[in-house]
């Protein structure tokens, strides 16, 4: 049934999705099967296999990737980023990030119609399946007019059966694999917060696929917002050839062709899955799908002109011709990325299988024991880095005589996790030097862990 609204209307269309009255436009794209479109095909079930198996692929006994929240580590191609790698996770971040101005200054929002998952999924899983079961853009226009039937009503429940896929594997980059299945195969009541979870990641992914649609790309998507800063006028971008297009005329056989090669036969509209004219010049709303150059190019074979009436270009081309690809901005991007997964690199090459650190026992610094020795508390804190079980134990290497106590040493630690023990080091007072002792802790795990630790103890500041 058509939307309709008692508002008054505005003078000129505000939003591609949206009616003059302010009721929502939706946008039934008829798929247009050329060339680009076969390539982006290729990709996108390329990427959506990916997506699938990412959560279920190892490298070197660890996930290809896990985003554990809860416990604060990611692992990223079989590193893990622990909660100590702050550092190092603020590098990856600048680093992808400085990727994403780099790759758009280049190509412009080749992400957006090529990778980006919103795209990928709507374009080449839900959109084909909603043709198949409803038909092309006729028949989908011509249910909009008469309201939903049991074509439809087919249509969301296999649209929920896809997101309900789509959201558990999402969920496995958080949980693991494992830890999914095990969910899956058990009642949702012994676990009622990840089964709400799961639901409501599955109403969300259904919503945007099923209803809010393109809308994610125009009104909430914050990298498309972003690119009239990261785009410049030599970026890569679909557009149009005004000056080879206009004046539009319509196309006769017949006649001697004095009007430009436009015959404005408004496929390349129909075609948009964001419901934009690509000829009203660059537009925030264009994904960059080349829909509608695959979409024009066919029109063009058909009238025997040649193709490109709408091809990927740049501003600078459009109004100029020919221009330099290199530009400054490109190779401060290009050095600052090298300089940044460089340093990634060097950093990650130089970490040992733990991360070891002491810290003073809460409370007094020294405590003076009956037998006269002076105790220092030390808390032990070991991150296990290195990809399975260890046990590490610890003592101290100088100087000799030094007596320590520790309730758990040789201290365990699972795989990527870690975990602090208490230690107590009694020495006499006469090895203080003004209030210090200089000691040097040994920690090992008898695989290839072996370290020397300095550290100070505490003593009465009267001694020799
Ligand atoms: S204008 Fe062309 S490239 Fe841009 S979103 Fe529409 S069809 Fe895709
Ligand atoms: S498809 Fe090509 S010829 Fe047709 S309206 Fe669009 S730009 Fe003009």
């Known amino acids: 049934m058509a939307i309709t609204s008692n508002a008054p209307a505005a003078e000129e269309r505000v939003l591609s999705t949206l009616n003059l009255d302010g009721t929502r436009r939706l946008i039934r794209p008829k798929l247009s099967k050329g060339r680009f479109y076969r390539r982006r095909l290729v990709t996108a079930w390329a990427l959506i296999g990916a997506f699938l198996l990412i959560p279920i692929l190892k490298m070197g006994g660890r996930p290809l990737m896990l985003l554990d929240i809860p416990r604060r580590e990611f692992t990223f191609f079989g590193t893990t980023f622990l909660p100590t790698d702050t550092f190092l996770l603020m590098l990856l971040l600048f680093g992808i990030f400085v990727g994403i101005f780099l790759l758009t200054a280049l190509l412009g929002r080749v992400w957006c119609g090529w990778a980006c998952p919103q795209s990928v999924y709507m374009e080449f899983l839900y959109r084909p399946l909603e043709r198949w079961i409803e038909g092309g853009r006729a028949r989908q226009l011509a249910l909009d007019a008469s309201g939903p039937d049991a074509r439809r009503i087919l249509k969301h429940v296999a649209f929920f059966a896809i997101s309900a896929l789509l959201a558990n594997t999402f969920l496995a980059y958080f949980v693991g694999w494992h830890h999914l299945i095990s969910w899956m195969s058990s009642s949702p009541a012994v676990h009622p917060a990840a089964f709400a979870v799961m639901l409501g990641t599955t109403l969300l992914m259904f919503l945007d696929f099923a209803w809010f649609r393109e809308q994610t790309c125009i009104v909430a998507c914050p990298y498309g917002r972003f690119q009239s800063v990261l785009l410049d006028r030599r970026s890569l971008i679909v557009g149009y050839d005004a000056g080879r297009g206009e004046p539009r005329a319509p196309w006769r056989r017949s006649e001697q062709r004095s009007a430009g090669d436009c015959i404005d036969c408004q496929i ?59 530009r400054p901005r490109l190779v401060v991007y290009s050095a600052i990325l090298a300089v940044t997964f460089g340093a990634l690199a060097f950093s990650l090459g130089e970490q040992e299988s733990a991360d070891v650190t002491l810290l003073r026992g809460l409370g007094a610094p020294f405590q003076v024991l009956p037998s006269g020795e002076i105790s220092n508390q030390l808390r032990v804190k070991i991150a296990n880095r290195s990809g399975a079980d260890r046990s590490y134990s610890f003592e101290v290497a100088t100087p000799a005589g030094l007596t320590m106590v520790a309730p758990e040493n040789p201290l365990p630690v699972a795989a990527g996790d870690d975990q602090m023990t208490a230690a107590f080091i009694n020495a006499p007072p ?35």
Do not use: H
């Open 268 to 326: 390349c509209v129909s075609t948009c899955p964001t419901g934009i004219d690509i000829r009203d010049g660059l537009q925030m709303e264009c994904i960059a799908c080349t829909q509608c150059i695959d979409a024009c190019d066919e029109v063009m074979d058909r009238i025997g002109l040649p193709r490109g009436l709408v091809r990927y270009t740049s501003q600078e081309q459009l109004a100029s011709g020919p221009q330099r690809v290199l």
């Open 430 to 464: 006469s090895a203080f030097s003004s209030g210090e002792l200089a000691i040097v802790l040994r920690v090992r795990d008898g695989v290839d862990f072996d370290r020397s630790f300095d550290y100070r103890l505490l003593g009465p500041s009267g001694g020799p």
